[in-house]
């Protein structure tokens, strides 16, 4: 059991960058909704999920470039990973997760982006070499998300 939910701490999300690292008291923001996704994805695949960075702070988010619309910043983030499971399986799986509507393949970072943006159409994309490309079916099939 976790200080946040059954698998989950606080401390996985909090901010990565060195302010925020060494700081006990650093402010940090995470919508309890992405938290439920993150268990429904975890039950899904009975395996542990871990969080490479969720929150970011305003200066952290300004230095990775997210801008005034990066999910992160309100705590409705995460870039997650499943050692010995790839990226791509990963996306499938949390592509069967309703509630995350922004879902984006980082094959710089080896992670899977996901978010709860308030969307009707769920976003997809792939990270790839600095640019963010939109996910087609064609596409989903050249990075075998399909
Ligand atoms: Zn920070
Ligand atoms: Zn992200």
Redesign the pocket.
Known sequence: MGNLSEHFNHQDFFCRCEACKGSKDAEYKIHLGLVGALELLWVKLNRPIKIK?SYRCEAQNEKLG?GRK???IYGK???IYVDGLSPQELFKKASEVEEIRGL?L?LEEGTV?I?LRDEKDRQEWVKEKGKYVTLTADRKHVYGLD
Do not use: K, L
Request: net charge negative; no cysteine; aromatic share 8%.
């Open positions: 960075s997210g990066s999910f992160h983030a995460a870039h984006g980082n982006h978010d």
